[in-house]
């Protein structure tokens, strides 16, 4: 497995712009499918992007499309989360995962690994 730790979050106005990374220390990282996602308070944690370590293919939630992109630099061991057009509704804990196939899933089970996250607030 891998080591994950995420930053960039903080309180950012609507329609405003912040780029979250997620670095990892560990296993060969090229060699992980990462992914995003997010969990609001009273929320279950939902995907949000990902991007498969074999093709660089990016799949994104209906919500974020158009908005979020992902990104990795596998000389540095980091993803990262561009998300532009903020909402008040993308207010969350954004928590980044890694698995070792080449699939994306959308469901929190099958990442082996998960970082701490890290807030993200939009204000109105």
């Known amino acids: 497995q891998v080591q994950l730790v995420e930053s960039g979050g903080e309180l950012v106005q609507a329609g405003g712009s912040l780029s979250l990374s997620c670095t990892a220390s560990?296993?060969?990282?090229?060699?992980?499918?990462m992914g995003w996602f997010r969990q609001a308070p009273g929320k279950e944690r939902e995907f949000v992007i990902g991007?498969?370590?074999?093709?660089?293919?990016?799949f994104y939630a209906d919500s974020v499309k158009g908005r979020f992109t992902i990104s990795r630099d596998n000389a540095k061991n980091t993803v990262y989360l561009q998300m532009n057009s903020l909402k008040p509704e993308d207010t969350a804990v954004y928590y980044c995962?890694?698995?070792?196939?080449?699939?994306?899933?959308?469901?929190?089970?099958?990442?082996?690994?998960w970082g701490q996250g890290t807030q993200v607030t939009v204000s109105s």
């Open positions: 995962a890694a698995r070792s196939s080449t699939i994306v899933v959308w469901t929190t089970r099958g990442w082996e690994s």
């Open positions: 560990g296993r060969t990282f090229s060699s992980y499918t």
């Open positions: 991007i498969s370590y074999s093709s660089g293919s990016t």
